[in-house]
């Protein structure tokens, strides 16, 4: 089917390449793809084209989410809702779809989910691995990605939900078994059942991550302390998920062995919220408030140290495994500025560095000849990034 050309006329564009918004802008849509990006109001359309007048507004490329769990909703009950019948972890993947796209989030890297049986035949895996089956190809679903369950030494996570082992051994084992599911990547939970004790050594992870990448798939590593950040580092890991504690020497690892941060701080963001809105002690204690907001503080600082080092950063927001909820991967780009980038920066970590995450390029990225998944907003991100909040159309 031949669709009719669409011309999205007289708009800013910002692509987190640069610091610059680039105004008036023509885009050439037809058949999904872009066919042309042209600067002035003027391109020529073909007489069969539509044409949109998108002035005022300011086109951004779709955004990734590196770190998110469809299955689950988040809320500041998020670890619960593990714990949720199947049928209800498939209804919160769906209403979670629908507002990820709503909100141009395009793209979408899946670091765990409970492993139950949903297809019918008794098999368990990862619900998310079924999901991202049935949605590929289907208008209006993200792109996923999805890793398996996540992988921990015994008693590191709520009984249930993780795939538990107590060797390294089983680690390996856990983890190639999670590719033959079919899983794209492996989420090695790297906090142990031990509080600022790495629950393996680097050389044990690191046989983990040759044996993934002789695959063909990239490993995601959970690790919040000093230790656990440091093993991820040097285990030369594709990722290191929420990273609430670099310092220089770790950041230094992580630019020579080529690890990304992906970033969470909206998670601390969102606590520090629930002390208004909720009744629960954990977020609304004096101690617990004082808390959260050194937490925050620190990883605000190691995302600087990061930064400085030369560290890739990719946006991911948590949701659903963390309290924050789909679509609202605007408020890390907002907690990336707040901590230090340059707003085009942490569009950038927002878009392209999350298509470089996947290998995909062009996740996150407008070019002609690629798809046509942005989002028409208003504002300038380039100097406000909550302007990401205020869609007007995804293409
Ligand atoms: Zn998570």
Excluded at 134 to 150: D, K, L, M, S
Excluded at 318 to 342: N, P, T, Y
Aim: charged residues 20%; glycine residues 12%; negative net charge.
């Amino acid at each position: 089917m031949t669709g009719q050309p669409i011309l999205y006329r007289g708009a800013a564009l910002a692509d987190g390449l640069g610091p610059q918004l680039r105004t008036p802008v023509t885009i050439a849509v037809e058949d999904g793809f872009v066919t042309g990006i042209f600067d002035g109001n003027d391109a020529e359309p073909a007489a069969s084209a539509t044409v949109i007048d998108a002035s005022g507004a300011t086109i951004v490329p779709g955004m990734v989410d590196c770190h998110s769990h469809l299955t689950l909703q988040g809320g500041a009950e998020w670890i619960a809702r593990g714990a949720d019948p199947t049928a209800d972890l498939i209804d919160a993947a769906e209403r979670n779809a629908a507002a990820l796209l709503q909100a141009g989030v395009r793209w979408v890297r899946d670091v765990g989910s409970p492993r139950r049986s949903d297809a019918g035949d008794g098999r368990e895996r990862a619900l998310a691995l079924g999901l991202r089956d049935r949605w590929r190809g289907q208008p209006g679903y993200p792109y996923i990605r999805a890793a398996g369950t996540w992988l921990t030494k015994a008693g590191s996570l709520p009984a249930g939900l993780a795939v538990e082992v107590n060797d390294a051994d089983g680690l390996l084992a856990v983890a190639i078994g999670q590719l033959d599911d079919g899983a794209d990547l492996v989420k090695l939970y790297l906090d142990g059942p031990e509080a600022g004790v790495a629950p393996w050594t680097a050389d044990e992870v690191r046989a983990v991550v040759t044996a993934v990448h002789a695959r063909g798939a990239t490993v995601a590593a959970h690790g919040s302390g000093l230790a656990n950040c440091r093993l991820a580092a040097d285990a030369a890991v594709d990722t290191l998920e929420h990273g609430f504690a670099i310092d220089d020497d770790i950041a230094a690892t992580m630019a020579a062995n080529g690890v990304t941060l992906v970033s969470t701080l909206s998670v601390m963001h969102s606590w520090l919220t629930f002390g208004t809105t909720t009744t629960m002690e954990r977020f609304t204690g004096d101690k617990s408030r004082s808390d959260i907001s050194e937490r925050l503080e620190m990883a605000e600082q190691s995302v600087r140290t990061a930064q400085r080092a030369g560290v890739a950063i990719a946006t991911g927001s948590d949701f659903g495994g963390g309290s924050v909820r789909a679509g609202h991967l605007a408020w890390e780009v907002e907690a990336l500025v707040k901590a230090g980038l340059e707003p085009w920066q942490a569009l950038g970590a927002a878009t392209w560095q999350g298509g470089a995450v996947l290998g995909d390029p062009d996740a996150g990225r407008i070019r002609v000849g690629g798809p046509a998944h942005f989002t028409l907003i208003h504002g300038d991100p380039l100097v406000d990034p909550a302007a990401l909040w205020r869609v007007w159309r995804v293409i």
